[in-house]
C-alpha cells in the first residue's frame, strides 16, 4: 500500500500509446506452499508493429520478490533490467524472445484482495483491473492478449481442487518423496488480457450439470462453493442455463470453451469477476436458498450470474483497449443482463427498479464531486472508476442505441461488432461505428453521452395555442468538477398525451398514440393537434437518463398514476406525488396528516388494483428514502428531513391503515413459492408491515412477531425482524437475539443482522455501531461485513451518520482508516459515502471535513484520490 502521497499518477486518454512488445504467449507455473508461493513465469515477447519504442519493454509487478529474470534462458545481469516502483524496465531485447521470471508472493498477507489471495483456507485472485501485477510481472493492460497455459501445485490433501482458465491439459502428483503434492496444468485457447486470468486452490463441494449449445457442442458446467453451501447452488444454476440460452436467442452468442466454472467466495471486494471460464464470485452473488436468501437476493444471484456469463462475449471475446473504455463492456453488459432480467421477470417491474436505482444512486453520484464522465479523461486509481455512472448510466447509453436503432437494426450492429472485433481491444467508438454501419445513422453528436459528465435537466413547458398542443423542451447540462461548458445532447424522448379520461390521443394520421422526440438542440418545440387539457406522458419507459422538469399539476399526477399504460410514468407520477408532500414537510413538518389526507385517494386506487401486480404495487406504495429526499434540499439538514419523512410515513401508516392491516393479513402465504407474484406478495406484505408499524396500530407488534417466528422464508424472517427493530417493537431485542443465536453460522445472514441494527433510524444507533463494531463475529478483514455494518450506516442511516453530535462522522472516519490500512479498494468505495459534503449545513459541513481531513493525512492512493475530490469541492 502506498501511504501519504506527495504526487498522485494521473492517467490520461490521450496519453495512450500502444505496447511495445507483445506477448503472445504466457507459461505460468504457481507453486502454492504455506506462507509463500513461488510464480514462475515465461513470456514469448513480440516487437509490435504498431508501437514507435525501440527495444525497451516495461512489465507491470507490484510487492514482488524477484529471484531470478532470464532472457531465452541465459539469466540477466543486474544491468540489463530495472525494478522500482512497480514497473520492471528490461533493455535491449531483440524482435522476439522469452523473458522468464521467477518470483516469490505472500498470498496468506493479502488483505487488499488483488492478486493471489486466501479466503477462508482456499487460494484464489482477483485481477481486474490491475490485481495480476501483484502476481507477476505482465505487461498489465488490457491491450496486450495473450494465450495463457497454467500449473498450478499444491498440497493434494488441502488443495485437491486446482483451477485455472480453459481446459485441463495434464494433471499428476509431484514425485519428490511422496510429498502429497499435486499439480494440474490448463490451457486457456483464447488469448486475453491478463486481468482475466483467474486461479483457484481448494477443498469445494461441486454441483454439476452440462449445456447443449445451439450449435449441439456439450459444455460441462460447475459451481463450486465450500462443502457447507452446496444446497445453495441450485438457483445460479438455472440462472446460468437460463443466460446461456438466453444469449444464443437475442443475441446470437454461443458459449465457446468446453467448461464453465463459477467458485464461489467469502471474501470478495466486489460482487463478481467473469474471468475467462472461471468466473469467480462473491458468495452473496451466486449461493441462494430460501430459508437463507432473501427475495432480492434471489433477483441479485440471476441477474449477476447472468452479468458475468454475457461478458464473455462482451468483454471477453471483445475486450477494452484501455481502462477508459470501462463501459464498453460494463455499460453493454448491464444493459444485457437488464433486457435478460426483464425477459425472466416482470418487464415492467425490471424497469422501474433500474430506474430507481439509476436516479437515485448515479443521479447523485453525477451531480457531486465524483462526477465523471462514461468514458473519462484522466484517473489516479482505476479501481475509484468502477462506478454507478460507468455501469448504470453507461447501460442507459446502449438502450437509447438500441431505442434509436430499434431491436432489429441493434442486434445487426452487435452482430457486427462482434464479428469486427472479436479477439480484439477495442474502444467504444468502436461500439458506436458498428451502430452507425449498420443503421447509417450519424450519432456523432450522440457520443457526447460518452465524453460529457453531469445529468441533463431537461425542461418542459407546453402551451394550447390556435389549436394546437405546443411542448417546448429546453436541456441544459449543469457543470462538474473539471467540465465547465455542455453541449447539448441527443435526448430522445419518448411520449403520449393522455386525455382526461387517461386514454392516449392520436398524435399522428396513423392515430398512433406513442410517440419518439428526438431532441438535440438546447431549445425545440413541437406541436400536436389535440384537445385541450392533455396530460403529458414523458419519457415513457424512462427513455433518456434525464432529470425532467414539469410542473405537473397534483390532478395530473392522480391521472398519470391512475391510467398511464407505461409503468415508469405511473411510478414517476407516485414519487412527484411523494416528494411535492415531503417537500412542503420538510418546511412545515405539522402538516402530515393533512398531506398524507390528500394522497389517500390516489393509494386507495393504487392499493384496490393491488393484485393486478403486487410487485408493482409495493414500487407505487413505496416512499422515496430520506436520502433521496435529502438530495432536493440545498443546504441539506439531515435532521429535519429525517422529521418530514418519519412525519410523512406515520401519518400514511395511520390514514391508511385498514388497508395496511388487511394486506398484511391477507398476503399470507400458507406455502412457500419462488414464482415472482409470491415474491411481488411478500414485497407488499412487508411494506404493510411497515406502514402498520409506522402508524402505530397495535397489531403491528403481534403479526410481526408472528411472522418472525413461522417464517416460511427468508424475506419473511427478515421483512419481520426489521420492523420489529426499526421501530423498536416489544420483542425486538428477543427477535435479534434469536435470530443471531438461528444464524450465527451464516455469514450472508449474519451480514443482514447487522445491516439491520445499523439502519435503525436516529441518532443513538450510532452507539449501537460503535459496539456491534466489538461484536465478536464483526470483521475487518470481511468486505461483506464491513459493508454490512459501517457501509449501510454511511449509506443507508442518514439521521444516525449525520448526528447533530458528530459522532456519526467520527465513526465513519475511525472506521475508515482503519479498513484503508487492510483493504484500501474496499476503503475508497465507503469513502464514497461522504460525497454529500459540499452541500451540507455549515456546521456538519465542517465537522465532517475535519475529520475527514485527518484521515486523508496518511490514507492508500485509492482512499486519497476520492476525498481529494469530496475535500476540494
Ligand atoms: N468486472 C466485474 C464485473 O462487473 C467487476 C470487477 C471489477 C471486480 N473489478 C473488480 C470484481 C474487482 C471484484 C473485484 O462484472
Ligand atoms: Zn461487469
Known amino acids: 500500500m502506498e501511504i501519504g502521497h506527495a504526487a498522485v499518477a494521473i492517467t490520461r486518454l490521450q496519453d495512450y500509446c500502444p505496447p511495445a512488445y507483445l506477448v503472445d504467449s504466457v507459461a505460468l507455473d504457481v507453486d502454492i506452499r504455506d506462507g509463500v508461493t513461488t510464480v514462475t513465469s515465461s513470456l514469448s515477447l513480440r516487437r509490435n508493429p504498431a508501437s514507435a519504442d525501440a527495444t525497451v519493454m516495461t512489465f507491470n509487478g507490484e510487492g514482488l520478490l524477484l529471484r531470478t529474470l532470464a532472457l531465452d534462458d541465459v539469466v540477466l545481469d543486474s544491468d540489463r533490467y530495472h525494478y522500482e516502483n512497480g514497473l520492471l524496465t528490461v533493455e535491449g531485447l531483440p524482435e522476439a524472445c522469452t523473458l522468464t521470471s521467477v ?162 467466495v467469502s471474501h470478495f471486494n466486489m460482487g463478481a469477476m467473469e474471468n475467462k471460464g472461471l468466473n469467480i464470485f462473491n458468495t452473496s452473488c451466486v449461493l441462494a436458498h430460501p430459508s437463507t436468501t432473501t427475495d432480492a437476493g434471489f433477483q441479485r444471484v440471476e441477474s449477476v450470474v447472468a452479468h458475468e456469463y454475457f461478458h464473455n462475449w462482451s468483454g471477453n471475446r471483445v475486450t477494452c483497449r484501455d481502462w477508459f473504455q470501462l463501459s464498453l463492456k460494463e455499460g453493454f453488459t448491464v444493459f444485457r443482463d437488464q433486457q435478460f432480467s426483464a425477459d425472466m421477470n416482470s418487464a415492467a417491474v425490471q424497469r422501474v427498479e433500474n430506474v430507481d436505482f439509476l436516479v437515485n444512486h448515479q443521479f447523485p453520484e453525477d451531480q457531486g464531486p465524483m462526477a465523471h464522465a462514461v468514458r473519462p479523461e484522466e484517473y489516479q486509481k482505476i479501481d475509484n472508476f468502477y462506478t454507478l455512472t460507468i455501469y448504470e448510466k453507461g447501460a442507459e447509453i446502449v438502450r437509447m442505441q438500441y431505442h434509436l436503432l430499434g431491436a432489429e437494426n441493434f442486434r445487426k450492429a452487435t452482430d457486427h461488432y462482434f464479428e469486427a472485433n472479436d479477439g480484439k481491444a477495442v474502444t467504444c467508438d468502436d461500439f458506436v461505428a458498428s451502430m452507425e454501419a449498420v443503421s447509417g445513422r450519424d450519432l456523432g453528436q450522440f457520443k457526447r453521452w460518452y465524453s460529457q459528465a453531469g445529468t441533463p435537466v431537461l425542461t418542459v413547458t407546453d402551451e394550447y395555442r390556435e389549436g394546437q398542443y405546443h411542448l417546448t423542451f429546453r436541456q441544459h447540462t449543469p457543470a462538474t468538477p473539471g467540465q465547465e461548458d455542455k453541449q447539448p445532447l441527443v435526448i430522445p424522448i419518448r411520449l403520449a398525451l393522455l386525455d382526461d379520461q387517461g386514454a392516449p390521443c392520436a398524435l399522428d394520421a396513423n392515430g398512433q398514440g406513442e410517440q419518439v422526440i428526438i431532441v438535440d438542440q438546447a431549445q425545440e418545440t413541437v406541436s400536436f393537434a389535440v384537445p385541450e387539457g392533455v396530460t403529458p406522458s414523458l419519457l415513457r419507459g424512462f427513455s433518456a437518463p434525464v432529470v425532467l422538469d414539469y410542473d405537473y399539476t397534483q390532478a ?232 454490512a455494518l459501517v457501509g449501510t450506516f454511511t449509506n443507508g442511516n442518514p439521521s444516525a451518520f449525520h448526528a447533530e453530535s458528530g459522532a456519526g462522522y467520527r465513526l465513519f472516519a475511525q472506521a475508515l482508516s482503519r479498513l484503508d490500512a487492510i483493504n484500501p479498494q474496499v476503503a475508497a468505495r465507503l469513502a464514497n459515502g461522504a460525497a454529500r459534503l459540499p452541500r451540507l449545513e455549515p456546521q456538519r459541513r465542517e465537522r465532517l471535513a475535519e475529520v475527514l481531513a485527518d484521515v486523508q493525512k496518511n490514507s492508500s492512493g485509492n482512499v486519497a484520490e476520492v476525498l481529494g475530490r469530496i475535500l476540494s469541492s
Not at 497455459?149 to 488443495?159: E, F, G, L, S
Open 103 to 264: 518470483v516469490d508472493i505472500e498470498p496468506e498477507k493479502n488483505t487488499a484482495l488483488e492478486g493471489l489471495y486466501q479466503s477462508n483456507g482456499m487460494y484464489c485472485t482477483q485481477c481486474e483491473a490491475e490485481g495480476f501485477r501483484h502476481i507477476t510481472f505482465f505487461p498489465d493492460r488490457p491491450d496486450v492478449l495473450a494465450r495463457f497455459t497454467t500449473t498450478v501445485r499444491a498440497d493434494k490433501a488441502r488443495y485437491p481442487l486446482l483451477l485455472s482458465n480453459g481446459n485441463p491439459v495434464a494433471w499428476g502428483e509431484e514425485e519428490e518423496g511422496g510429498s502429497g503434492r499435486h499439480w494440474v496444468t490448463w490451457e486457456d485457447p483464447f488469448p486475453k488480457p491478463c486481468y482475466l486470468f483467474a486461479l483457484v486452490a481448494g477443498d469445494l463441494a461441486c454441483l454439476e450439470d452440462t449445456f447443449m449449445t445451439v450449435s449441439g457442442r456439450k459444455v460441462a458446467l460447475r459451481l463450486y462453493a465450500e462443502h457447507r453451501d452446496l444446497d445453495k447452488l441450485d438457483h445460479a444454476m438455472a440462472s446460468l442455463k437460463n443466460a446461456m440460452r438466453w444469449d444464443e436467442q437475442v443475441y446470437g452468442r454461443e458459449y465457446d470453451l468446453d467448461i464453465y466454472m463459477i467458485v464461489a
Open 556 to 787: 395530473q399526477l392522480a391521472r398519470l398514476l391512475a391510467y398511464d399504460s407505461d409503468g415508469y410514468c405511473r411510478w414517476n407520477a407516485a414519487q412527484r406525488l411523494y416528494f411535492a408532500a415531503l417537500d412542503r414537510l420538510v418546511v412545515e413538518p405539522g402538516e402530515a396528516d393533512a398531506e398524507a389526507a390528500a394522497l389517500v385517494p390516489v393509494l386507495e386506487q393504487v392499493i384496490a388494483r393491488s393484485d393486478e401486480d403486487p410487485a408493482q404495487a409495493a414500487l407505487l406504495l413505496t416512499l422515496p428514502s430520506e436520502v433521496a429526499l435529502g438530495d432536493r434540499h440545498t443546504p441539506l439538514n439531515p435532521a429535519s428531513i429525517h422529521l418530514a419523512h418519519r412525519a410523512m410515513k406515520r401519518a400514511l401508516g395511520k390514514a391508511l391503515q385498514s388497508h395496511w392491516l388487511s394486506l398484511a393479513e391477507n398476503l399470507l402465504a400458507t406455502e412457500l413459492s419462488m414464482d415472482g407474484r409470491a415474491m411481488g406478495r411478500r414485497q407488499l406484505r412487508n411494506l404493510a408491515l411497515d406502514f402498520l408499524a409506522a402508524g402505530e396500530h397495535d397489531e403491528a407488534a403481534g403479526l410481526a412477531v408472528e411472522l418472525f417466528e413461522l417464517p416460511l422464508c427468508m424475506s419473511e424472517e427478515l421483512g419481520a425482524l426489521k420492523v420489529l427493530v426499526h421501530h423498536d417493537l416489544p420483542g425486538a431485542d428477543q427477535a435479534l437475539a434469536q435470530f443471531a443465536e438461528r444464524w450465527q453460522d451464516e455469514a450472508l445472514v449474519m451480514d443482514q443482522w447487522f445491516a439491520v441494527q445499523a439502519t435503525v433510524p436516529g441518532e443513538q444507533t450510532v452507539d449501537r455501531v460503535n459496539g456491534l463494531l466489538e461484536h465478536p463475529a464483526f470483521d475487518w478483514k470481511t468486505p461483506n461485513r464491513v459493508r
